[in-house]
């Protein structure tokens, strides 16, 4: 952990999509209330492509769809300084819901 006291740890290799992280996100940042500071540790910079169902084979790889980054087990997510151990353990919590992965709460 580089800058708060309190971190949210991957158990688990994933990607993680931007509408993920932005959401939880919003998670940590409702349960904190204007409490507290929020430093997001990764970032989508993995494009990815989709193309339409009920398509032929070829053409090329389709249009771009969304982000994502790619996260190894033992990366921090998120970090927050400045409030108790209690809530940051749950808006850790609420904010794992919205991931793909397991994950752990770690502290300094």
Not at 31 to 43: A, D, S, T
């Amino acid at each position: 952990m580089a800058f708060g006291a309190y971190g949210l740890k991957a158990s688990e290799s994933s990607w993680v999509k931007m509408n993920q992280i932005e959401a939880a996100r919003k998670a940590i940042a409702k349960h904190l209330q204007k409490g507290g500071k929020i430093w997001i540790r990764v970032f989508p910079d993995k494009p990815r492509t989709a193309r339409s169902p009920e398509l032929c084979m070829g053409g090329g790889a389709g249009g771009l769809s969304h982000f994502v980054a790619p996260v190894e087990a033992g990366r921090i997510l998120f970090e927050i300084d400045g409030v108790s151990e209690e809530t940051a353990k749950e808006a850790f919590r609420l904010a794992s819901h919205k991931l793909p992965r397991k994950t752990r709460f770690v502290k300094r």
